[in-house]
């Protein structure tokens, strides 16, 4: 199985902070790669596919990059709503596999 | 717009069993691949099954021969049928469709919690 690492675990930032998660894959996985929020109670929700993406509806300060291994997840400006947890997602070969998540906390 | 409701889920002892359903409204759940992905208590997510538009039909080895997914094209419903439950099968079970352009799920259900306790 393809393994999926995500770092940091947690983060801590403000509102208005840029911050970035990393998502790195056992084994090339090319573009075939989706980043999804999950805040506490809720379903996962889809932001971002084939690694750069933009999921409709999601807004525009979500952004990602990537190919092959390594990955980020980027959210230029944070507001109150996006404190979550965070999981990437390899769909290029079976079984699908979910990094750990990263928690993002409010600083 | 496109949705799935959940239902199904409790209390159930080792080894015995239990159904989950997950219909859909706003499209066929024949006509994508439907999925069951869990979540055990404060843990990451797991892909647990996954039905075809064809048919065919793929489960994580931890559930290989316990766990049955099917669907019901009349009721536009998903099913997961559980038996020989274990504690490590204690979860929030979600349903979840891919998106047309890949191995990406889209759409999920609220989420049903199954507690496999004595």
């Known amino acids: 199985d393809i393994q999926m690492t995500q770092s940091p675990s947690s983060v801590s930032a403000s509102v208005g902070a840029r911050v970035t998660i990393s998502c790195q894959a056992s084994q090339d996985v090319r573009s075939w790669l989706a980043w999804y929020q999950q805040k506490p109670g809720k379903a996962p929700k889809l932001l971002i596919y084939a690694a750069s993406n933009l999921q409709s509806g999601v807004p525009l300060r979500f952004s990602g990059s990537g190919s092959g291994t390594n990955f980020t997840l980027t959210i230029s400006s944070l507001r109150p709503e996006d404190f979550a947890i965070y999981y990437c997602q390899q769909g290029n070969l079976f079984p699908i596999t979910f990094g750990q998540g990263t928690r993002l906390e409010i600083k | 717009e496109e949705q799935l409701v959940q239902s199904g889920g409790g209390l159930v002892q080792p080894g015995g069993s239990l159904r989950l359903s997950c219909t859909a409204s706003g499209f066929s759940v024949t006509s994508t691949y439907m999925i069951w992905v869990r979540q055990a208590p404060g843990r990451g997510l797991d892909w647990v099954s996954v039905v075809y538009s064809g048919g065919a039909k793929f489960y994580a080895d931890s559930v290989k021969g316990r766990f049955s997914i099917s669907t019901d094209s009349s009721k536009n419903t998903m099913y997961l049928q559980m038996s020989g439950l274990r504690g490590e099968d204690t979860a929030m079970y979600y349903c979840?469709?891919?998106?047309?352009?890949?191995?990406?799920?889209?759409?999920w259900g609220q989420g049903a919690l199954v507690t496999v306790s004595s």
């Open positions: 979840t469709k891919t998106q047309g352009s890949g191995w990406y799920f889209d759409t």
